[in-house]
């Protein structure tokens, strides 16, 4: 079985300001690990993904996560957020030897303030 | 670009009263999934459906649900007797490849 542990309910930041989005995981197997993000009434949209290859991965709206297999973890990342990110984020993971069942963290709100 | 809806966006029922959610996937996915968050808690996979049958289900998943693509574009959730425990926003996914999953906005089931 897998877990997903994000650390932080709620991140506050300023407009223009780094963050940081939390993701541990645990698994027995490899797996392969996502960031969904959910903006207010609307359903879970796909950021990024880690499937293989490179271990840092990007998504068009300036996010990043890296995939670290010695700390099992795959935090997000963005330089300088704007109003606009303000959203539920989640980390997901799902085996990549068999089936495709998400298993998700508790979500980061993260709430972008002027 | 193509999305999955669900309907209703909120559904109200008294407990023991039975519960159809549907939803329509993208439409040439040929997987499917239900997913449910009770407030304050993580998202959870209830069940995946593939080619006519269940390919994966939780233990959540027990005798109380069951799902059904009646068609060639529903796929719906049956509660057949809803617990107050059953109160959760309810997500349907849907894919192309076993990976990304695409989600609808969500049902919210309030059982009172």
């Known amino acids: 079985a897998q877990s997903v542990t994000q650390l932080d309910s709620q991140v506050p930041v300023f407009e223009e300001a780094p963050v940081e989005l939390r993701c541990n995981y645990s698994s027995s197997v490899s797996v392969y690990l996502f960031w969904y993000v959910q903006y207010p009434n609307q359903g879970l949209q796909l950021l990024l993904k880690?499937?293989?290859?490179?271990?840092l991965v990007e998504s068009i709206n300036g996010f990043e996560a890296e995939f670290n297999k010695s700390q099992t973890s795959f935090h997000l990342r963005k330089p300088s957020v704007h109003i606009s990110d303000t959203a539920e984020y989640f980390c997901?993971?799902?085996?990549?030897?068999?089936?495709?069942?998400?298993?998700f963290g508790g979500g980061t709100r993260l709430m972008v303030k002027p | 670009e193509p999305e999955v809806t669900q309907t209703p966006s909120h559904q109200v029922t008294q407990m023991g009263q039975e519960v159809i959610l549907r939803c329509v996937p993208i439409s040439n996915h040929l997987y499917f999934y239900w997913y449910r968050q009770i407030l304050g808690q993580k998202v959870e996979f209830l069940v995946s459906f593939y080619n006519n049958e269940i390919s994966e289900k939780s233990e959540i998943f027990d005798d109380q649900f069951s799902v059904e693509r009646p068609d060639g574009s529903n796929f719906t959730l049956k509660i057949r007797s809803t617990k107050l425990e059953d109160s959760a926003m309810y997500f349907c996914?849907?894919?192309?490849?076993?990976?990304?999953?695409?989600f609808g906005p969500g049902t919210r089931l309030t059982v009172t």
């Open positions: 996914a849907s894919s192309e490849q076993m990976l990304q999953q695409y």
């Open positions: 880690y499937l293989s290859g490179s271990t």
């Open positions: 997901a993971v799902t085996r990549n030897n068999a089936g495709n069942m998400l298993t």
